[in-house]
């Protein structure tokens, strides 16, 4: 079981990166995938979390008319679509998953049931 965040990099504020979270080992299809954030200094925090089987999506009120989840073109894969990105955004990012459940669950209990984790992918916005 593994999973592999990729896709951060360095980007000017405003501007967009898209993430990307592939799984091996097994398949995403009942699975709720959730993306996490972690800054210097700062404790890891949810940004987004969605599934392959469903359209029902959580996105954290900071993100939340910036950043989209969704399912990628290639099969086991999600995408972190952020956009209008700014200097707050700097951070690494990971991806986690938890076997069934709603996207929801993700606004109250984030990291119950996340057992299995991504290493991060690094984020930089300029300002």
């Known amino acids: 079981v593994q999973l592999q965040a990729s896709g951060g990099g360095l980007v000017q504020a405003g501007g967009s990166l898209t993430l990307s979270c592939a799984a091996s080992?097994?398949?995403?299809?009942?699975?709720?995938i959730g993306w996490f954030r972690q800054a210097p200094g700062k404790e890891r925090e949810v940004v987004a979390c969605?599934?392959?089987?469903?359209?029902?999506?959580y996105l954290a009120d900071s993100v939340k008319d910036r950043f989209t989840i969704s399912k990628g073109d290639a099969k086991n894969t999600v995408y972190l679509q952020m956009h209008n990105l700014k200097p707050e955004d700097t951070a690494d990012y990971y991806c986690?998953?938890?076997?069934?459940?709603?996207?929801?669950?993700?606004?109250?209990?984030?990291?119950?049931?996340?057992?299995?984790w991504g290493k991060g992918t690094q984020v930089t916005v300029s300002s």
């Open positions: 969605g599934s392959v089987y469903g359209s029902s999506t």
């Open positions: 080992g097994f398949t995403l299809d009942y699975y709720i």
């Open positions: 986690a998953v938890r076997y069934g459940g709603m996207p929801s669950i993700c606004a109250r209990d984030p990291f119950n049931g996340m057992h299995y």
